[in-house]
């Protein structure tokens, strides 16, 4: 099994925490130098455990700042990348001539064989990896123009990557060694995307991406049409259906956005008083239904309620306009983008 150790300044008396803290940093996060207030109110804590060759670490601590400095580098000569997510309180990191402010939601990356020093602001708590550079950077990255850069953590690869370091930390402990280390390979990976979409290269991720933005816009300007399927989106789109599949391999299905669009839409109509003229047969035709069985059905199912039900209470809440789901949003947000693409 993968272990994880816990380390803490609560082990030991209040005038022993700031050098107990300096060698718990020496010995697990690379040779540093610490400084702290000696205060007595000093407090760290460390969980940090081996996957493969990539250490994970979840640090909590006081106010201090780390240095690293040549003659350290020539006692420590491991070619590791450190990795920062910030989770509370501001840090600054300075190497190279380069400066940044971390805050938090948001990651940085830094090479420990170049001189550096990690400022603690305030109280603060990280998501720390410290990886070979191998995993990381490929071949024909500029390593200057990515560490030392602030990345986000809420969105995208950088969210997937902290996020999954996060369960990695609560959960490796049951994992064997050897899945582990897939974790820990995992991590690195997700980084390694995300410098690469930073450095302008594109990613398998990325197009993935891109492939799902264009079926979406294709869905948007033909979601009317009741012939719309897949068949006829991968001829449009000049590509496979496992293709358009694999690009909506998270989440919903392509069937089941499209589906999910339309009674959006129709949900929508229903409660504008500018459609009120309009019969909920009518409303459902023009979306794309050819059964109003099947649209009634699918609409209770979706909703909790029949249309007609929905319609009279939507005419008595001036709100419902705006009462969606929030799992609806990122469809209901790609069709504001849409609306003036295409014709309908």
């Known amino acids: 099994m993968a272990a994880l150790a816990v380390v803490s300044t609560d082990q030991v008396a209040p005038k022993d925490r700031i050098p107990y803290w300096k060698d718990i940093i020496w010995q697990q996060l690379g040779r540093l130098r610490s ?86 602001t ?39 990557a902290g996020d999954l370091m996060h369960k990695a930390l609560d959960e490796i402990e049951s994992c064997s060694s050897e899945s582990a280390e897939t974790i820990g390979d995992a991590v690195a990976q997700l980084l390694r995307q995300s410098l690469m979409e930073r450095a302008g290269r594109p990613t398998a991720l990325s197009l993935r991406e891109a492939l799902r933005d264009r079926i979406k816009q294709h869905v948007h300007r033909n979601l009317r049409d009741p012939a719309l399927s897949i068949d006829r989106i991968a001829a449009a789109l000049r590509c496979s259906k496992r ?47 050819s059964s109003s069985t099947h649209f009634s059905k699918a609409f209770r199912d979706a909703f909790g309620a029949a249309p007609k039900q929905y319609r009279l209470g939507a005419a008595g809440n001036p709100d419902a306009l705006a009462a ?21």
């Open 324 to 344: 969606f789901d929030a799992q609806d949003a990122d469809a209901l947000a790609l069709d504001v983008m849409r609306e003036g693409v295409g014709p309908h």
């Open 122 to 160: 305030s109280d603060i708590e990280q998501l720390v990896l410290l990886v070979p550079r191998e995993k990381v950077f490929a071949a024909g990255m500029r390593p200057e123009d990515l560490l030392v850069q602030r990345y986000s953590a809420q969105a995208g690869i950088g969210r997937l």
């Open 35 to 120: 400084e702290a207030r000696s205060d007595g109110d000093f407090r760290g804590r460390l969980i940090h455990c081996d996957a493969g060759d990539v250490k994970l670490c979840r640090l909590s601590a006081s106010s201090h700042r780390v240095a690293r400095t040549p003659d350290l580098i020539r006692q420590d000569d491991r070619g590791f990348l450190k990795v920062v997510f910030q989770i509370e309180g501001a840090t600054w990191f300075e190497q190279g001539g380069r400066k940044t402010l971390l805050s938090p939601g948001e990651w940085s990356i830094y090479d420990t064989m170049q001189a550096y020093t990690v400022s603690n």
């Open 243 to 289: 293709t358009l599949h694999k690009a909506f391999i998270n989440g919903l299905t392509l069937n089941e956005y499209i589906w999910r669009l339309r009674l959006n839409r129709c949900r929508r109509d229903l409660a504008a008083p500018a459609c009120a003229w309009k019969s909920i047969t009518e409303i459902a035709y023009s979306w794309g239904f």
